[in-house]
């Protein structure tokens, strides 16, 4: 018997899964807790959004397996993790773009190339274990599924045994502070992911000083055969989340012996779209144009992009406070930010870098609000550009990120419908 603690998607998603492999199981979380049951059953999964302070941790900890672990063993067992091979992108900023830039690239080029099937998982889209029944539910003898996964830290704290194929990690940020103990623990969960990787990984230059020189580490980024203006991306952040996905499948093929040319891969890199959400142009409303970065969560992300705008804006931003250290903004605001509107608990801890930044600001609790106000102040100083970068967790205030940005796009309408 297996015990899943955690509702919510990953939960849902690991007992669908459980059942479609007849395994017994039992879902719950703190609202009705089966301490007897806890006790019997023989493992728990638990969710990774539960922090490590939670009693589960203490009261059960010899039980205590996380999603990943689970799908590993289970599939060993099933004699399937054989047809798998998976592919991890972390880092603090940039890993969804790359993840989707290596997903479209080896959707384009390797699947036709040698009889795979290519996945893909992001943190807070979809759970693993809901890829994985897929996969089931689709499942095609002599076939390699290749996953692409993108994890954030905590996802991985407690991962013992499963092991990715290659990986990448290219940054490091202080981030989620709301969730580890400190910023070396938050560097430490990204470790366990670069220990676990069995073949190949992709390596910040910081991070193989610490680790020390290995076979199966490299940081070799192959970039001098991109060029950025032709493909559908800006800025030089982009640049670089290109070059690792273009060196990560350069090493792929490399080592497969696929008939694939490094020209054959930059002409289906100059042909993917960046992801939705991503500093995307929504709308321009009298002569101001509106930009949605509606799933940043982290300082570097906004540092980012305010480079690449060309001249002044206004922000919409905020969120549930991960504890980031939003000191590093104090100059890229004062140089590009015309105003500023502020949302949710964060607020308070970024409007003391805007005073140091002589920026003025106002302080919402509502999106809709935060939006008109924006657009206001726009026309009223002859701001072009709006930007909303929430560079916060979207917890408390809305669902996820999804859910932030439609309520933002659901914002825009009714503001335009007023205009």
Same mark, same amino acid.
């Given at each position: 018997?297996?015990?899943?603690?955690?509702?919510?998607? &990953?939960? @849902?998603?690991?007992?669908?899964? !459980?059942?479609?492999?007849?395994?017994?199981?039992?879902? !719950?979380?703190?609202?009705?807790?089966?301490?007897?049951?806890?006790?019997?059953?023989?493992?728990?999964?638990?969710?990774?959004?539960?922090?490590?302070?939670?009693?589960?941790?203490?009261?059960?900890?010899?039980?205590?397996?996380?999603?990943?672990?689970?799908?590993?063993?289970?599939?060993?067992?099933?004699?399937?993790?054989?047809?798998?091979?998976?592919?991890?992108?972390?880092?603090?900023?940039?890993?969804? @773009? +790359?993840?989707?830039?290596?997903?479209?690239?080896?959707?384009?080029?390797?699947?036709?190339?040698?009889?795979?099937?290519?996945? +893909?998982?992001?943190?807070?889209?979809?759970?693993?274990?809901?890829?994985?029944?897929?996969?089931?539910?689709?499942?095609?003898?002599?076939?390699?599924?290749?996953?692409?996964?993108?994890?954030?830290?905590?996802?991985?704290?407690?991962?013992?045994?499963?092991?990715?194929?290659?990986?990448?990690?290219?940054?490091?940020?202080?981030?989620?502070?709301?969730?580890?103990?400190?910023?070396?623990?938050?560097?430490?969960?990204?470790?366990?992911?670069?220990?676990? +990787?069995?073949?190949?990984? &992709?390596?910040?230059?910081?991070?193989?000083? %610490?680790?020390?020189?290995?076979?199966?580490?490299?940081?070799?980024?192959?970039?001098?055969?991109?060029?950025?203006?032709?493909?559908?991306?800006?800025?030089?952040?982009?640049?670089?989340?290109?070059?690792?996905?273009?060196?990560?499948?350069?090493?792929?093929?490399?080592?497969?012996?696929?008939?694939?040319?490094?020209?054959?891969?930059?002409? %289906?890199?100059?042909?993917?779209?960046?992801?939705?959400?991503? @500093?995307?142009?929504?709308?321009?409303?009298?002569?101001?144009? &509106?930009?949605?970065?509606?799933?940043?969560?982290?300082?570097?992300?906004?540092?980012?992009? !305010?480079?690449?705008?060309?001249?002044?804006?206004?922000?919409?931003?905020?969120?549930?406070?991960?504890?980031?250290?939003?000191?590093?903004?104090?100059?890229?605001?004062?140089?590009?930010?015309?105003?500023?509107?502020?949302?949710?608990?964060?607020?308070?801890?970024?409007?003391?870098?805007?005073?140091?930044?002589?920026?003025?600001? +106002?302080?919402?609790?509502?999106?809709?609000?935060?939006?008109?106000?924006?657009?206001? !102040?726009?026309?009223?100083?002859?701001?072009?550009?709006?930007?909303?970068?929430?560079?916060?967790?979207?917890?408390?205030?809305?669902?996820?990120?999804?859910?932030?940005?439609?309520?933002?796009?659901?914002?825009?309408?009714?503001?335009?419908?007023?205009?």
């Amino acid at each position: 018997m297996i015990a899943i603690y955690g509702k919510w998607q &990953i939960g @849902t998603a690991l007992k669908n899964l !459980m059942d479609k492999l007849n395994i017994p199981n039992r879902l !719950m979380d703190d609202d009705d807790a089966d301490h007897k049951f806890l006790k019997a059953c023989n493992q728990i999964v638990v969710n990774p959004w539960i922090k490590p302070k939670h009693s589960i941790y203490k009261k059960y900890k010899k039980k205590i397996i996380w999603e990943f672990d689970f799908i590993r063993e289970t599939l060993q067992e099933n004699e399937m993790l054989q047809s798998f091979e998976f592919i991890w992108i972390t880092w603090t900023d940039g890993k969804s @773009t +790359t993840t989707w830039v290596v997903y479209n690239l080896f959707k384009e080029l390797i699947s036709p190339s040698n009889n795979s099937i290519v996945w +893909t998982w992001g943190t807070t889209d979809i759970p693993l274990s809901q890829v994985v029944y897929q996969i089931l539910e689709n499942w095609r003898e002599n076939y390699n599924n290749i996953v692409i996964i993108e994890t954030s830290s905590f996802v991985w704290h407690n991962i013992k045994k499963f092991k990715f194929d290659y990986s990448i990690w290219l940054n490091f940020f202080a981030d989620h502070l709301d969730w580890h103990v400190d910023a070396e623990e938050y560097f430490n969960s990204k470790t366990n992911i670069v220990k676990s +990787t069995k073949h190949w990984a &992709i390596l910040w230059k910081t991070v193989i000083e %610490k680790f020390g020189q290995k076979d199966n580490y490299d940081i070799e980024i192959q970039e001098n055969n991109i060029d950025i203006w032709k493909t559908k991306f800006v800025g030089q952040h982009n640049l670089e989340n290109l070059s690792h996905a273009y060196s990560l499948i350069l090493k792929y093929i490399k080592d497969k012996e696929l008939n694939i040319s490094s020209f054959d891969v930059l002409e %289906k890199l100059y042909e993917i779209k960046p992801l939705s959400h991503r @500093t995307e142009f929504i709308k321009q409303i009298w002569e101001i144009k &509106i930009y949605d970065d509606g799933k940043s969560t982290t300082v570097q992300n906004l540092k980012a992009w !305010m480079q690449s705008f060309g001249e002044k804006l206004i922000i919409i931003a905020g969120g549930s406070d991960k504890w980031a250290d939003f000191s590093e903004l104090q100059d890229i605001f004062a140089e590009k930010l015309n105003w500023a509107v502020l949302i949710w608990e964060a607020a308070k801890n970024m409007w003391e870098i805007l005073k140091r930044s002589w920026v003025d600001y +106002t302080i919402t609790w509502n999106l809709q609000l935060a939006i008109t106000r924006a657009y206001e !102040m726009a026309k009223k100083t002859k701001t072009k550009i709006i930007l909303f970068s929430p560079w916060c967790a979207s917890f408390d205030m809305f669902q996820n990120r999804l859910d932030r940005v439609e309520k933002f796009l659901d914002a825009i309408q009714v503001l335009e419908g007023k205009n």
